[in-house]
């Protein structure tokens, strides 16, 4: 197979990117399968949160569950995103779901240690002062604690989003994967670099924009860590943490 | 179909365990794939990350590359460096190296920037040079998170090398797309579970370099932050 590829590539001949088929296809391929790569990576994020929430809470409460909770989710995070989406074939066949259902893992795996993490990290005196103005748990948890590890858990997201924008790509081997079916199947299968180029490209750039959209929507969420001026505070949820 | 006795079956068959496309063959070139894609990443990240953390300068260009290089599309990597260079070795590093040099850099150069700065006061005080603060101070003290990056870079690079099979380059991803073409999910699971249990090894690893290599005085300071 590698002579067959050396052959079929005249190098030098085809340039990495031609702008006329870019200027062509903007519409059909490129514009639809870029909302698809929206698609496919939004509903994981939000899935992966809406499962991270509840969970992280019964983590960040009772603490013996953590551990196990982590191990359990570590141990799916190893497992190749690939092989995720040959065993779901079955089941789902080539519905969205093959794609979105292993890329919620992902996320709920990156997201889960960020929200128990920044639940705990809310300081006891924060904690005490909303018992002694008389909220309940319930009320204490929305209004005091989950505000208060927000920057923890949107700093998750924010990996989050990156990874699970870039690991879309990998579902085109089953079909899917928005811009990655420009890489596979518009790309290499015809033995041509634009779309490659092209869905690479776009990809990051995708999570270029979810990114910061995620910074301003943390800005929006709490504006009070814009007017705590001292740059060196606890972080909270350390800048890069991956997991 | 049940899983274990499939496994079970799959994993005591005498030929899985030999010749070119044997278990321990697959294994050598997936774990050969990754340490040598790890340690190339090790090489770039590590020093970038300890001369930009320690002179302050440059960070913020490193770690926005880092960040371009963790939205790369793995797949798109991979596929145009074979399109360009043919298929072999070259394009699964390249994509790996790609994978894994993020989460090195960013730990190193924040391990090295989270450096207490009355610590460097107080070795600058005792009369240490440049070169001797970000070896016996600044590396010491950001090694626990220096170790968190490597740990996620080769957790990553596990996973992902079994990509290399769909160039053609073997290592343990063969089991599954091949288990996947022919139908056969017994092989496929038995090489999902050889990638877990290398995963599984490769965090125990790190956990012991964790205890060989940090200071006992900050061992216990970064626990929370890892």
């Known amino acids: 197979m590698a002579t067959v590829l050396r052959e079929r590539v005249p190098m030098g001949e085809d340039p990495l990117i031609r702008w006329d088929w870019v200027w062509n296809n903007l519409d059909d391929p490129i514009l639809a399968l870029l909302l698809e790569h929206l698609h496919l990576s939004l509903v994981p994020l939000l899935l992966g949160l809406g499962i991270a929430l509840p969970v992280g809470i019964v983590c960040a409460r009772w603490q013996r569950v953590y551990p196990w909770a982590l191990t359990t989710v570590n141990i799916l995070y190893a497992v190749p995103s690939i092989a995720l989406f040959f065993l779901l074939l079955p089941y789902t066949s080539f519905s969205l779901w093959t794609a979105i259902i292993p890329l919620t893992i992902y996320s709920l795996v990156i997201l889960l240690p960020n929200v128990t993490d920044g639940l705990r990290q809310v300081p006891d005196h924060v904690r005490q002062a909303a018992v002694a103005m008389g909220f309940g748990p319930i009320r204490r948890l929305v209004q005091v604690e989950l505000p208060v590890a927000t920057p923890a858990v949107i700093a998750g997201l924010r990996v989050a989003a990156v990874a699970t924008i870039s690991m879309v790509s990998v579902a085109s081997l089953v079909g899917l994967g928005g811009l990655g079916q420009l890489i596979l199947s518009w790309g290499f299968d015809r033995q041509f670099a634009t779309p490659i180029v092209v869905g690479t490209v776009l990809s990051v750039a995708l999570a270029f924009a979810v990114d910061g959209l995620l910074v301003l929507t943390q800005r929006w969420l709490t504006p009070w860590t814009r007017m705590a001026a001292p740059r060196r505070g606890p972080r909270i949820g350390g800048g890069d943490r991956w997991r | ?226």
Do not use: C, K
Request: avoid cysteine; glycine fraction near 12%.
């Open chain 2, 1 to 226: 179909m049940e899983v274990i006795p499939a496994l079970w079956e799959w994993f005591t068959r005498p030929e899985v365990w030999h010749g070119p496309g044997g278990i321990p063959t697959r294994l050598a070139e997936h774990i050969g794939y990754s340490v040598l894609a790890l340690g190339l990443a090790a090489l770039i990240a590590v020093p970038v990350g300890l001369i930009t953390g320690h002179t302050g300068r440059g960070g913020f260009l490193a770690v926005s590359l880092a960040n371009v290089a963790r939205a790369l599309p793995t797949m798109g990597v991979l596929l145009l460096v074979v399109l360009l260079a043919g298929i072999g070795l070259l394009p699964v590093l390249i994509a790996l190296v790609a994978l894994a040099v993020p989460p090195i850099l960013v730990n190193t150069y924040e391990g090295v920037r989270g450096v207490d700065p009355q610590l460097r006061d107080a070795a600058q005080g005792m009369g240490m040079r440049g070169r001797q603060v970000l070896m016996q101070l600044e590396l010491p003290v950001a090694l626990p998170l220096l170790l968190v990056g490597l740990r996620t870079a080769a957790i990553q690079v596990v996973s992902t090398a079994t990509i290399a099979a769909y160039v053609g380059i073997g290592g343990l991803g063969r089991y599954i797309f091949d288990g996947q073409s022919s139908r056969q999910y017994d092989m496929m699971l038995g090489g999902v579970l050889l990638v877990v249990v290398l995963a599984v090894v490769v965090t125990s690893v790190f956990a012991g370099a964790r205890r060989l290599l940090v200071a006992p005085g900050i061992r216990h300071h970064t626990t929370a932050s890892s």
